[in-house]
């Protein structure tokens, strides 16, 4: 009995395209994307889920080496890399919601290294930023992901069929949500200071001697945060409804590249 390298390629082939829309997931979705992932267990990772995904998968014939084996690919790698783009909306939102307080509050020269992003994030931000992926992990928002994308190859299969062409204008759509959502996050507490900043604005009018700018700093600094510290009790459940709706535009997204 003689084996072969052609006698494993559909195998291959097989285990390789599902490879594809997981690694486009994990490099674009929140928590999988973190740059203090190191890059091999990210692969291995990736990896792992394929090689439990694709015994339930049907046979893919698609060569790998040929013309639609290059449409193929491109198209899994926009597949996934939708998915991932989608529920990483999710932060981005609080990121902004968190920029605008810290803006409010006079806060947004404080900025620390975001090793998430790789750039310089204002304090108020990451702090959200850090809360909500903590959250994430409790409601279990990665395994809510991970079965969304294995659920994904039952309406969207392997095959070099075209994507429908509603779906990237859904999720451009979408993207407005960030400001929505981080609009409603950050409302009550930018309601409340620019309420102080017009009160310490008519107090300067009335009585110019006294110094606003050396009140004021410490004044808003100190209404912000109780009001930020008051924010946490409703933070929870707010964002585990913003989660669940984001995880519901993600599934009809996903129908949209029919």
Not at 158 to 183: C, H, K, R, W, Y
Not at 238 to 251: G, P, Q, T
Request: charged share 10%; aromatic share 10%; no cysteine.
């Amino acid at each position: 009995m003689t084996l072969s390298p052609l006698d494993f390629y559909g195998q291959i082939a097989h285990f390789f395209w599902p490879a594809v829309r997981v690694l486009s997931v994990f490099s674009t979705a929140p928590i999988f994307n973190e740059k203090g992932i190191q890059k091999k267990a990210r692969v291995l990772l990736a990896l792992a889920i394929s090689f439990l995904i694709t015994p339930n998968l049907p046979d893919i014939k698609v060569e790998i080496f040929s013309m639609d084996g290059l449409w193929v690919g491109a198209k899994e790698l926009i597949i996934g890399a939708a998915i991932g783009l989608s529920v990483q909306l999710l932060f981005v939102a609080v990121r902004t919601a968190g920029e605008i307080i810290g803006l409010q509050m006079g806060l947004s020269f404080a900025t620390f290294f975001d090793p998430s992003g790789g750039g310089n994030m204002p304090v108020i931000a990451r702090i959200l930023n850090l809360l909500v992926t903590l959250l994430f992990l409790t409601f279990n928002g990665h395994l809510w992901m991970l079965d969304i994308l294995a659920k994904s190859f039952t309406v969207l299969p392997v095959s070099a069929s075209p994507l429908g062409t509603d779906a990237l204008l859904a999720l451009v759509e979408n993207a407005g949500m960030i400001f929505t959502f981080g609009i409603q996050l950050g409302l009550p507490i930018i309601t409340l200071l620019l309420s102080i900043n017009l009160t310490l604005g008519l107090l300067n009018r009335l009585t110019p001697q006294l110094s606003i700018f050396v009140i004021g700093f410490p004044l808003t600094l100190s209404v912000g945060m109780t009001a930020l510290i008051l924010m946490m009790y409703s933070l929870a459940p707010w964002f585990e409804n913003m989660m669940a709706e984001r995880f519901n535009s993600v599934s009809k997204l996903i129908y949209q590249l029919l």
